[in-house]
């Protein structure tokens, strides 16, 4: 059973103050692992999809990276408006369902 | 283009009703997925429709059922509800050769 694990459950940041947080999937085969962003009371909102080990993307002050068994979510100088919980998941090759952590939620303190 | 919707935005049941959410998936998206989020949890996945058939579903009971409509918008059905039923039910469109889905902005259903 495909399994995503992320740490820490929860980080507290100064405005500018950069940091990374942690996925860690299992999975049978990897079609796909997802990051997404979901502010209080809203659907998550999709940010980034990563397919093989090695790949990097970036938007704006976010770059998620990943390995064959862990996927990065790097915040570079991050600002109060990046506060939110972060959701990272995986879909593999032989389901259409997604599989996801119980996310990280960050606070930035300006 | 239209995002995903999803109708209504909050619901209060009673123990043992039955209560139905439903969701308009993006424009040209042919799938849609349906998942229950617990406070403080990611979303657990419930079931998938591909061109109105069921062609998933999660570790929930019959009780959760679904439909989907030849528009592509879809309905979640729950009978006999019960007190941890309390959730955000999110609703999330894909193009069917697509990985990546969206997601609508959820229906918050209280069960007291």
């Given at each position: 059973e495909d399994q995503v694990t992320q740490s820490p459950e929860a980080l507290r940041l100064q405005e500018g103050e950069s940091s990374s947080l942690n996925c860690s999937y299992t999975v049978s085969g990897l079609r796909g692992l997802f990051w997404y962003r979901q502010d209080p009371g809203k659907g998550p909102e999709f940010l980034f999809t990563l397919y093989s080990a090695g790949e990097e993307k970036e938007k704006e002050r976010l770059k998620a990276t990943l390995t064959k068994k862990e996927s990065f979510l790097h915040i570079t100088?991050?600002?109060?408006?990046?506060s939110a919980t972060y959701l990272c998941a995986v879909r593999n090759t032989n389901a259409g369902k997604s599989t996801f952590g119980d996310g990280t939620t960050l606070t930035v303190k300006p | 283009e239209t995002g995903v919707t999803q109708s209504p935005t909050h619901l209060i049941k009673t123990r043992g009703q039955q209560v139905t959410l439903r969701c308009s998936s993006q424009s040209g998206h042919n799938t849609v997925s349906w998942y229950q989020q617990a406070l403080g949890q990611g979303p657990q996945f419930i079931f998938q429709y591909y061109r109105e058939e069921e062609n998933g579903r999660g570790n929930f009971p019959p009780r959760f059922s679904g439909l989907q409509f030849p528009n592509y918008s879809s309905e979640l059905n729950v009978n006999a509800?019960?007190?941890?039923?309390s959730a955000l039910y999110l609703c999330a469109s894909r193009?069917?050769?697509?990985n990546e889905q969206f997601f609508g902005p959820g229906t918050r259903l209280t069960v007291l």
């Open positions: 100088a991050p600002k109060p408006e990046d | 509800l019960e007190l941890d039923d193009n069917g050769a697509a």
